[in-house]
């Protein structure tokens, strides 16, 4: 099995962030390293710097980009923390920043870590192994209450509430396969099902365990202040919840006019893409730049339509 993660629109990234040779550039979510690869080979004299809550992703990153090992700085962290690696590392600002929300091949292809219903496994699904909180204590602790509203709110699951009081008492729930098991008898079935039934579940309880909608809330809020005058900002979100708040958050920043979308239309991976890896169907990349003080336009209101 290959722990490398096969990075999604990578060429795309790279001519958006318009890679300067003797910038200073952040993967916050560095992974194995796939799109950081890519930027620290556009560099001579610049400076990569990766982040990442995963320390098994860091070393597998750290092997891959160690020739560069002059021009990268490693730092486990997690993303929302930006602007406190940036400060730490004395800098002022930098000149782009890139963030893939995706989970990595790394994390649903090792079964032990419980992301994936593919394999009987423990219910894990701990980015960062140092936290407490484990998808176990959700499935076999929380309230059926609190069960469906996770479901509901971070899976978009409609049959939550089914869901969640079959789950109740099926416990204790043994491990991935028993908890798909279970989800799967409870779901109506709505025609032809292209996802597995369990689907919209383990991304619910994954996202409440690492809570990635409160990381990404403030990764948004503090990301601008780390960016240089005509710095780029791009994400790569994979489902409509995190598609939503960056949109929102990228709006917020445009009206005030010291930013500019650049993706009028979102960027989504060619259907060549999506053959070669079927992960990247999802994705929906979103490109921002902060204006330089002859580009300000301030005043409310100043913001380009941009398409959905």
Do not use: C
Not at 205 to 212: D, M, S, T
């Amino acid at each position: 099995m290959s722990v490398l993660h096969t990075p999604v629109l990578t060429e795309a990234i790279l001519e958006w962030l318009r890679i300067r040779p003797d910038g200073t550039y952040v993967d916050a979510t560095v992974g194995t390293g796939g799109h950081a690869l890519g930027i620290v080979r556009r560099l001579t004299t610049g400076r990569l710097i990766g982040i990442d809550r995963d320390p098994q992703a860091l070393e597998v990153a750290r092997e891959r980009l160690k020739k560069f090992e002059g021009r990268v700085t490693l730092m486990h962290r997690e993303f929302s923390k930006i602007d406190e690696v940036i400060s730490g590392l004395k800098l002022v600002a930098v000149n782009g920043v890139i963030a893939d929300l995706g989970v990595s091949s790394l994390e649903l292809d090792t079964p032990e870590r419980g992301f994936s219903f593919r394999w009987p496994a423990a219910l894990d699904m701990r980015m960062n192994p140092e936290q407490s909180l484990m998808a176990a204590e959700i499935v076999n602790q929380w309230s059926e209450k609190d069960l469906a509203n996770v479901l509901y709110q971070f899976g978009e699951e409609h049959d939550s509430r089914k869901i969640a009081r079959a789950v109740v008492r099926a416990r204790p729930i043994r491990d991935t396969e028993h908890l798909a098991t279970v989800v799967a008898g409870a779901r109506k079935a709505r025609g032809r099902q292209r996802l597995h039934p369990a689907t919209k579940t383990f991304l619910a309880l994954r996202i409440a365990v690492n809570r990635e909608m409160e990381e990404l809330g403030q990764f948004l809020n503090r990301t601008p202040a780390t960016l240089a005058s005509g710095a780029r900002w791009a994400i790569l979100s994979y489902h409509s919840l995190e598609d939503r708040m960056v949109k929102r958050r990228f709006q917020e920043l445009a009206r005030t006019g010291d930013f500019k979308i650049l993706t009028k239309k979102v960027v989504q991976p060619s259907e060549a893409e999506i053959q070669m890896n079927p992960r990247a169907r999802s994705a929906k990349l979103r490109v921002m730049e902060k204006r330089a003080p002859e580009d300000h336009t301030p005043g409310p209101g100043h913001i380009e339509r941009e398409a959905s």
